[in-house]
């Protein structure tokens, strides 16, 4: 399994997206924090961790399909509510992830490509938003 090699690959492509880049305050698997928690200081930002792994073993290949959840963060501001921050901040994310090319050590990555989301939604905190992406990236073992 090289799960945290296609980790470090999403973090790669999505840091390296100059839109994704300069939505976000910070990309990582951690939600950023603030001692103040009614600041806007770390928000936007995305997240991102492997939600479901399905490995194949087949007489011509070995690999995996991990689906990868990447989610965008936002709270509103003066300019942009926290649903349009969320909104483009996906739009983003899937412009720079499905049918990427990903490059990560020890694979051949075949595909990523965009599977679903909720949506949406509101944090029980009723300020902040965020929308799960999954993302199913297949590899096959070099």
Not at 8 to 33: C, N, R, T
Not at 52 to 60: G, I, L, T, Y
Not at 76 to 84: E, P, Q, R, V
Request: hydrophobic content about 40%.
């Amino acid at each position: 399994m090289e799960t945290e090699g296609i980790l470090g690959a999403v973090y790669a492509k999505l840091a390296a997206d100059g839109d994704v880049s300069s939505f976000a305050v910070s990309i990582g698997v951690e939600h950023p924090q603030d001692t103040d928690s009614a600041s806007l200081s770390v928000f936007p930002y995305v997240t991102f961790s492997a939600s479901a792994s399905n490995p194949f073993d087949d007489k011509d290949a070995v690999g995996e399909t991990i689906v990868v959840q990447v989610t965008p963060w936002g709270r509103g501001t003066g300019t942009k509510s926290a649903t349009k921050q969320v909104a483009e901040g996906a739009d983003f994310i899937h412009a720079a992830l499905h049918r990427a090319t990903l490059t990560a050590t020890g694979t051949n990555i075949i595909n990523c490509l965009y599977q679903s989301s909720p949506g949406i939604i509101e944090d029980p905190d009723g300020f902040t938003k965020y929308r799960p992406m999954l993302f199913a990236i297949t590899y096959q073992e070099a």
